[in-house]
């Protein structure tokens, strides 16, 4: 993934923890609170809009503040607020997006291959979800 080349470029090592697509309300909060109780807990949290409310939800249970303890970057087709912060957004062109996935379409139907993936540009909205590191 990008991300993750990106962190290791800069010398950082990700921890990439990923949730199941199905999982109910109750059992994400329980794998965030876990997630957020562990010794090595993250500083920091890139994820998709679902699911987000349970984040804040347990962080603010633990007495974790955002972007003070945890930052949070979201991805979407435009800066919103949530919860009375402006997440800091990888904003992606869906225009783009979708010109993309019809050239692939295409020329798959054209040569009956698979063709390699691409790399969509994305663009960050810095809000207020983000500040660096707390030293503890």
């Avoid at 990106?6 to 309300?25: H, I, N």
């Avoid at 807990?41 to 987000?52: D, Q």
């Avoid at 409310?53 to 303890?69: H, N, T």
Wanted: aromatic share 8%; with cysteine.
């Amino acid at each position: 993934l990008g991300y993750e080349k990106a962190l290791s470029r800069a010398g950082l090592q990700p921890l990439v923890l990923e949730t199941p697509e199905e999982m109910a309300y109750e059992d994400v909060c329980a794998w965030y609170e876990m997630t957020l109780r562990a010794p090595e807990r993250p500083t920091a949290v890139i994820t998709y809009l679902r699911g987000l409310y349970s984040l804040f939800y347990k962080a603010a249970g633990l007495g974790l503040q955002i972007p003070r303890d945890l930052s949070v970057v979201t991805f979407n087709t435009h800066r919103q607020p949530y919860l009375g912060y402006e997440l800091s957004t990888m904003v992606h062109d869906e225009g783009r997006l979708a010109a993309a996935a019809v050239a692939l379409l295409l020329g798959k139907m054209q040569s009956g291959r698979c063709h390699p993936a691409i790399a969509v540009p994305l663009q960050l909205e810095a809000g207020d979800s983000v500040a660096p590191p707390r030293l503890t």
